[in-house]
């Protein structure tokens, strides 16, 4: 249970390095240790398939930002926004923090979850029958590919509609200059 | 406690997102609130001295069909596991259409600072 609470304080402290440095391949390289404690932390709360997609997207993710951040001479822009405007941002966010705060004391102990104290929930409907209904071992590969299988073609389409919108803003030369040179 | 503190990392994320005037900024304060919440509801699912929802040999008997009660006591929920394995993913497409919105915009206007970029505005 202690190991949690050091990963999350490692997680909060990398986050908060990497709002506060200047140096952008930094911060984008403690934004991966974040991302890595994260993975940690789901393979302790026994989510053993989060934790191998969140490594896997992770080291994508780092080879994305640091192709954007590398080579570039202006890494380095200190300073925040107009004064005003961000003493108001800051002000809205700690009154946020502080509402959220008051959630958490209504949210079930942790390791308690609801769902273990009802048993109408579908969760427990899952469980119970995954193995049954669809032959997978694995309960989420069960919800993942069989009962909420629509989900995971949704999933596919925003993940390549979100790959045609990136290839389309980097491609350098448009059809129309590719024909003619001129232009 | 522990919820508390992925809501300060969620804070963390939306105060990078809010106050940062370098685009990058912006993009790894959004990366951030993601981790945040999908960590959220994976803990809110975990069971104390809970397994893997994952069902061994030893569990299952093949004949009647039962699977051990101590698996059903003890399983942490799976539900919010396969629902945040779709949401990482999707943040992955989300994170390279950014940065490359990021890149195009370094490319046209030489900079990251987005208040030097006046003619962003409609």
């Known amino acids: 249970m202690a190991l949690f609470y050091i990963l999350l304080i490692f997680m909060v402290i990398a986050a908060i390095i990497a709002v506060e440095t200047k140096d952008l391949l930094s911060a984008v390289i403690c934004v991966g240790a974040i991302g890595f404690g994260g993975s940690l932390m789901f393979l302790l709360l026994r989510a053993p398939d989060i934790a191998m997609t969140q490594i896997v997207v992770e080291v994508l993710g780092l080879v994305i930002l640091i192709r954007a951040t ?7 822009i200190s ?3 107009e004064f005003f405007g961000t003493v108001a941002s800051v002000v809205i966010l700690f009154l946020v923090f502080m509402a959220g705060m008051r959630i958490c004391d209504t949210l079930p102990e942790f390791g ?6 009802r048993p109408e929930a579908a969760s427990q409907a899952y469980i119970a029958k995954g193995l049954n209904d669809t032959g997978a071992t694995n309960i989420v590969t069960s919800i993942y590919l ?21 290839t389309a803003i980097l491609r350098s030369r448009s059809r129309k200059r590719l024909e003619d040179p001129e232009l | 406690m522990a919820y508390a503190l992925c809501f300060l990392l969620f804070m963390i994320g939306l105060y990078c ?14 990366v951030i609130m993601e981790y945040a919440v999908n960590l ?6 975990y069971v104390k001295g809970g397994v893997a929802p994952i069902i061994e040999r030893s569990q299952y008997d093949g004949a009647t069909k039962a699977i051990a009660s101590e698996f059903l006591n003890a399983s ?22 950014m940065i490359s919105i990021c890149i195009r915009t370094y490319a046209k206007y030489g900079t990251f600072d987005i208040t030097e970029i006046r003619r962003l505005r409609g």
């Open chain 2, 76 to 97: 942490v929920d799976p539900l919010p596991q396969a629902l945040v394995l779709t949401s990482i993913v999707i943040s992955l497409g989300s994170l390279a259409l």
């Open chain 2, 40 to 45: 959220f509801l994976i803990m809110l699912g």
């Open chain 2, 17 to 30: 997102a809010v106050v940062k005037k370098n685009m990058v900024k912006i993009v790894l304060g959004i």
């Open chain 1, 112 to 117: 308690e979850p609801v769902f273990a104290q």
């Open chain 1, 79 to 81: 300073g925040d926004r």
């Open chain 1, 146 to 166: 069989d009962y909420r299988a629509y989900d995971t073609l949704g999933e596919a389409t925003v993940l390549f509609t979100a790959v045609i919108g990136a």
């Open chain 1, 70 to 76: 590398i080579s570039r001479d202006l890494t380095f």
